[in-house]
């Protein structure tokens, strides 16, 4: 197979393999080619595969029963994907790899790369590092997805009660509200609208006090509560 | 509010009581005023600088619909 060790060596996993762990490698494994919009595997197959990607451009998604997708990641020349078997032994890929454009990828035996990550301890810590950057990414990205939606609810509450009941002072807009009362009128937990108006009052938005909130940016609250850019 | 002492301190909500007609220019300076649960507190310049709007163009267009209206409340020939 005609693929350079030095670019094996491009993938994470791969970078302190020895040229005879990478020479085995190419040997168990076979290049695989898809088409566009073709899949490499789908979600819920045994994931009796791994994937380095070495030429073109995929992107791993996810669907649930209702349909709905969500585009977990894409994938470039030398990345790995799909390597899950090679961790647990029964395992199935739990999202889909579908090219997109036309794209080829080294594709692994599951059970192979598994025995090797048992004997080469560094080969193991260079998939964990991998799969902690996963994880990494995902807990940043679970944290912004949590807070824009609860940070817009609590913004679109306070602007309408400042729409009934606000009073306008020399330097903002004067609402009297409770944290608690905000929190039940925008479904979330006390502890969420301090952590909120907290980092309102630091980007000068608004001013807190007992039991009232002054807007002092009222266009800026609009903005997060409708989306504007 | 009469609609001909439109100012910069009207209020985004006393400029659209008074003229509906800006509503139009509102609309499409790309602004989100109409309907904007701050429109009684913001005035027409508040809106101007939140928007990024040369001031005297946008004032200049609210009074020149405050002063055409196109209200659609008979033939006008009665």
């Not at chain 2, 989100?32 to 009684?40: D, H, L, P, S, T």
Request: proline share 3%; with cysteine; glycine share 6%.
């Amino acid at each position: 197979m005609q693929i350079p060790l030095a670019n094996l060596r491009k993938v994470v996993v791969f970078q302190n393999a020895t040229d005879e762990d990478l020479n085995q490698i190419l040997r168990a494994s076979a290049l695989r080619q898809v088409e566009e919009e073709e899949y490499f595997f789908l979600q819920g197959d045994r994931a009796e595969h791994a994937y380095v990607l070495t030429e073109g451009q995929a992107k791993l998604v996810q669907s649930n029963p209702q349909g709905q997708v969500v585009n977990l990641r894409t994938l470039h020349p030398w990345q790995l994907f799909g390597a899950l078997g090679a961790v647990r032994s029964q395992g199935t890929y739990p999202a889909s790899a579908q090219a997109l454009v036309d794209s080829s990828a080294l594709a692994i035996p599951s059970d192979f790369l598994r025995e090797m990550l048992v004997n080469r301890p560094q080969l193991s810590m260079d998939l964990m590092q991998l799969m902690t950057g996963y994880i990494q990414e995902m807990q940043s990205r679970y944290m912004e997805l949590a807070t824009e939606r609860v940070e817009q609810r609590i913004c679109r509450a306070v602007l309408r009660l400042a729409a009934q009941s606000a009073e306008k002072v020399d330097d903002g807009i004067e609402l009297m509200l409770s944290r608690e009362d905000l929190a039940e009128i925008s479904g979330t937990t006390l502890y969420t609208v301090s952590r909120v108006l907290a980092d309102w009052q630091r980007r000068g938005l608004v001013e807190t006090g007992r039991e009232r909130v002054k807007v002092l940016r009222p266009h800026e609250l609009v903005r997060i509560a409708e989306g504007l850019p | 509010m009469n609609a001909q002492v439109l100012s910069g301190d009207s209020t985004v909500a006393q400029a659209l009581e008074a003229a509906p007609e800006i509503g139009r220019v509102l609309i499409s300076r790309r602004t989100a005023c109409v309907g904007c649960y701050m429109a009684r507190f913001c005035t027409l310049r508040d809106s101007a600088s939140a928007y990024g709007l040369a001031w005297d163009g946008f004032m200049s267009e609210i009074k020149t619909a405050a002063s055409n209206p196109k209200r659609n409340d008979g033939d006008g020939n009665a």
